[in-house]
């Protein structure tokens, strides 16, 4: 599977973006998509995931704020962020988790920057 981001920037405190994220390859046998950010010198933390079965599950700092959704037909994956605050800032990286009988497998797309400015 291969990912491919789109959508990071540099936006204001209280503004808006919207990331995407395609997936090619071997897609159907995709099962959870989602969205992990990273800052410098911590962990790569869960933003927001979707499940084929569109069960959604948030991190407790951006919900209420962002929202994810998926596209089956594109094989799409987006993350609508608003409200965004300067702590929003970091590298999010796209994420596909595909299965294959009892066989999961872990995809990463390249990251996207988005900086958000106070």
């Known amino acids: 599977v291969q990912l491919q981001a789109f959508g990071g920037g540099l936006v204001q405190a209280g503004g808006s973006l919207r990331l995407s994220c395609a997936a090619s390859g071997s897609i159907f046998s995709i099962n959870v998509m989602g969205w992990y950010r990273q800052v410098p010198g911590k962990q790569r933390d869960m933003v927001a995931t979707?499940?084929?079965?569109?069960?959604?599950n948030y991190a407790d700092p951006v919900k209420g704020r962002f929202t994810i959704s998926r596209d089956n037909a594109k094989n799409t994956v987006y993350l609508e962020m608003n409200s965004l605050k300067p702590e929003d800032t970091a590298v999010y990286y796209c994420?596909?988790?595909?299965?294959?009988?009892?066989?999961?497998?872990?995809?990463w797309g390249q990251g996207t920057l988005v900086t958000v400015s106070s």
């Open positions: 994420n596909v988790v595909t299965r294959t009988g009892l066989l999961f497998l872990n995809y």
């Open positions: 979707i499940t084929t079965g569109d069960n959604i």
